[in-house]
């Protein structure tokens, strides 16, 4: 299997639960020692620590944070720990991969970080403690890239390909640098960079997850010259040049027009042969019973697919 992903902490992912060989327990003592390590007040703490004042996040800067101080000065601590224990690339991915998860389960977010809640999350009170990510001990020797994709994949040959690309928002007054993964994840990436960068903004952003700089055509909801979606013109050369037999997609309607523009992809490049509609309200997959099914009118504006297509052969 290989994977890839631009992102630094997808990268770190895949490394945790592709890459690593050993069986979970061979974790146990390096995230007993990281549970054990004294926090203190170090760089996280001064940008993104925050201490409850009657249930609200307000700071001496004026800004809202993402987590409670007691969180933070614990991060600091076992991200320095993290670098100076003498740790394999593979066991650092999942160290980093465990505190992330760990992170995640105690912040004061609507699950981004583009900007925090005004009141402390329930959830942000807990003292987050690590334990073992979910691992396999993996018996076949993965590939795990980090690149943009349409350069990784000049290197590999796959019988079949899953793309889970950023869903372009067709909502032309939201900011493009709020769909961005860049920006949505930028802490994650400070936290396994550990980089300390120059931030901007209210949410203490990263400078290159700024709009000029994050921009990737997946997340990019304008139209080009000749009137076509860049976010779709993008899938379109993803299918066009992945040398793969079978190609999996998942989509969601960014809107009708964008639908059909995609649904001529799809036959373009190949022969769609399965639909699926994802509910997550209710949790259900229902297959399509014919190809075109999926463009009909719904009163759901955010429908997710997936789509299956054979591709003809690269010649
Ligand atoms: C919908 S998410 C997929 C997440 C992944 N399937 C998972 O479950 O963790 C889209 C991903 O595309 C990545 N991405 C955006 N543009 C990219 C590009 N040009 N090349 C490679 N990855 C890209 C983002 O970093 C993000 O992680």
Known sequence: MTSNDISEWSYQFGLCYLKNTQKPSYYQELIDHLNAVQGYDGWFTENYGGLDCDGESKQADGLKKPWQIHNTRKLDGVRDEIDALALSEIEKAVALTRLLLAM???????????????????????????????????????????????????????????????????????????????SYYHLWATICKHDKPALFGAAGRREESSDKLAATAFE????????????????????????????????????????????DILNRHGTLIKTIELDYKKNVMAEMKWTNEWLRESDEPNREFIFLIRKEPIL
Do not use: C
């Not at 779709?232 to 960014?254: D, H």
């Open 104 to 182: 995640d389960k105690v912040d004061s977010t609507l699950g981004h970080f583009t900007s925090y809640l005004r009141e402390w999350s329930s959830r942000s009170y807990k003292t987050r403690q690590l334990e073992i990510p979910l691992l396999f001990a993996n018996s076949t020797n993965n590939t795990v890239l980090k690149g943009d994709i349409f350069t990784s994949m000049q290197s590999v040959a796959v019988d079949f390909a899953y793309f889970d690309p950023p869903y372009g928002s067709n909502n032309e007054k939201m900011p493009p640098s709020r769909v961005r993964y860049a």
């Open 220 to 263: 990019d909801f304008r139209q080009n010259d000749a009137g076509h979606f860049i976010a779709v013109e993008a899938i379109e050369q993803l299918i066009a040049s992945v040398n793969a037999n079978y190609v999996a997609l998942s989509y969601s309607s960014g809107g009708k027009a964008t639908a059909l523009e995609l649904n």
